[in-house]
């Protein structure tokens, strides 16, 4: 059976889900961590949209090794070609991606051309970017709202100027599966057989259509997939590539079509970009969610069955997903934690192993039981916690049905150690209000989550925090076994990050904006 190449977008267009800031030592985490999951292909990001981007995949390409590593660039810019090449200098198996609407209604909005002139610009980009790269991925913007005939001249063009990869989107997510296939049979009778182009499919799920359109695209003939990990991104979200994983592996007969990932990261994998990004999974989510393998052990209307129901389709242990996860031990010594943490994937250096050690004796003191989860999120606050303006030292709330709720917090705010109380209508609303007065920013707060990482009334409690300022919108996490201190942590979290968003220039991915120049 032919194998299916995972293009995997959660560093690129995975991060532009509302409210998302990823850092860059998490990015580098993340794309370390896809590379252990055996995705072919890792988008890394947009270099020529800032400096931090490009940055951060300068860092992948340094860190990662094994996967395709590709990285964006407009076609409305030639300097991203190189920008995006710098950020790859050295990496072993470089990609340019490149893209151009085909829609009438993008070319209107983005480009104000007409379709003859975006295909020349289609042209010229992919021959720019074939000068400078062997392999070069050309996207199809917005392919399902332009006419057929359209969509094939555009990747007959792009082929003869040297496309290696030709991916055909469905920018919005309004295509069906039936479109899908017509759309894909088309381009690959008008390619030919022998043309040696990757036909490409990336959807995003507005109709909820993104897993399903995207193997109706490889029934008709694409052999790679783009998506994200547990679907994150604008919208309604890309294409989860854990479900394309399941759906592949358990279906794969019928289909006749395999990917060859490492199957067992993917609980580890997912459970990381839910830590790193803060967005929650639904319980009901296919493979990943807390319920996809919980059901009722007897069904009354049947009578009393002692066998176990066959109702399991996946066993949950081939995904790396613990029903019942086991405590890890509370007494492990340095080398034994370093040991731990590279059993789950997770290298760390000397220093950043005595930090986590650390953390970790002032958790066992705390915590009944401790978990590989608990572990996961040690390792989230203290190696990859960036440079912060903000930064919470200490806190003490008062609340109760008599008292009127307060708190008193002490924040160390660009060097300088400063005190102050406040109230509000509970400890977190009292804590939220006295951090605004200090830092004299009052952001809006758009939403509040808490969950529990582990079992247990001692069970860490993690804290989501989306906060809104100028228009700018962020998301802060921090977890404790105190509610109220994981809170406050994950408002300060969110503050520092909105510090940095107010800082780093946004550019939009069709303009003709001159880009900044990368420190090389």
């Known amino acids: 059976m032919p194998a299916i190449l995972l293009f995997d977008t959660t560093l690129r267009d995975g991060e532009k889900s509302p409210g998302i800031m990823l850092t860059i030592p998490e990015k580098v985490r993340l794309a370390v961590q896809l590379a252990r999951l055996g995705v072919d292909v890792v988008e890394a990001g947009f270099p020529a949209a800032s400096e931090a981007q490009f940055e951060a995949v300068r860092k992948i390409a340094q860190t990662v090794s094994g996967p395709v590593l590709a990285a964006l660039a407009r076609a409305t810019n030639p300097m991203d070609f190189d920008v995006a090449m710098r950020a790859l200098e050295g990496y072993s198996r470089p990609r340019l991606h490149t893209f151009a609407p085909v829609s009438p209604f993008y ?55 040297g496309a290696t990869v030709i991916n055909i989107a469905d920018t919005v997510g309004y295509a069906t599966p039936l479109e899908i296939e017509m759309v894909f049979r088309a381009v690959k009778t008008a390619l030919g057989d022998g043309s040696g182009v990757i036909l490409s ?9 993104a897993a399903a359109n995207s193997l109706a695209a490889v029934a008709a003939g694409a052999t790679q997939i783009h998506g994200t990990i547990n679907g994150i991104g604008e919208r309604a979200g890309n294409t989860p590539l854990e479900e394309v994983v399941a759906i592949l592996k358990t279906r794969g007969d019928r289909l006749q079509a395999e990917v060859r990932v490492d199957t067992t990261q993917i609980g580890p994998t997912c459970r990381l970009v839910k830590r790193l990004t803060g967005i929650t999974l639904a319980v009901h989510k296919p ?10 052990t007897t069904v009354p209307q049947l009578g009393d069955e002692s066998a176990q129901p066959p109702y399991e389709i996946m066993d949950p242990k081939d995904f790396g997903l613990n029903v019942a996860p086991e405590p890890v031990a509370k007494d492990m010594s340095v080398d034994a ?70 708190a008193t917090v002490q924040l160390e705010m660009d060097g300088q150690v400063r005190q102050d109380a406040g109230f509000g209508q509970g400890p977190v609303d009292a804590a939220f209000k006295t951090i605004c007065k200090m830092t004299h920013r009052f952001p809006r707060l758009l939403r509040y989550e808490v969950n529990a990482v582990t079992s247990g009334t001692d069970a860490l409690g993690e804290v989501n925090v989306h906060l809104e300022e100028d228009g700018q919108m962020v998301q ?10 994981a809170s406050a942590k994950a408002f300060v979290n969110a503050l520092n990050k909105l510090e940095q968003k107010t800082k780093e220039p946004s550019v939009s991915e069709f303009t003709e904006m001159e880009s900044w120049q990368p420190r090389l």
């Open 107 to 161: 070319r209107r909005h983005y480009l104000k051309r007409d379709f003859p002139a975006t295909l020349d610009l289609a042209q010229k980009a992919v021959r720019l970017a074939r000068q400078r790269c062997d392999d070069v991925e050309f996207s199809l913007v917005d392919a399902f709202r332009a006419s057929i005939d359209d969509v094939v001249a555009m990747a007959k063009a792009v082929a003869e100027a």
């Open 201 to 209: 499919v990336h959807c995003h799920n507005d109709l909820g259509l």
């Open 287 to 296: 493979v990943v969610g807390a319920n996809a393998f919980v059901y009722e």
């Open 337 to 406: 934690l370093r040991a731990r943490l590279e059993q789950m994937g997770i290298a760390v250096d000397e220093e950043a192993v005595r930090q986590c050690w650390e953390a970790y004796k002032g958790l066992a003191e705390r915590k009944e039981h401790i978990y590989e989860s608990d572990l996961e999120n040690l390792v989230d606050e203290t190696i990859l916690a960036p440079p912060q303006r903000y930064k919470l030292l200490y806190l003490n709330v008062s609340a109760g049905s008599i008292s009127v709720p307060n």
């Open 476 to 485: 802060g996490r921090a977890v404790a076994t105190d509610i109220v201190l």
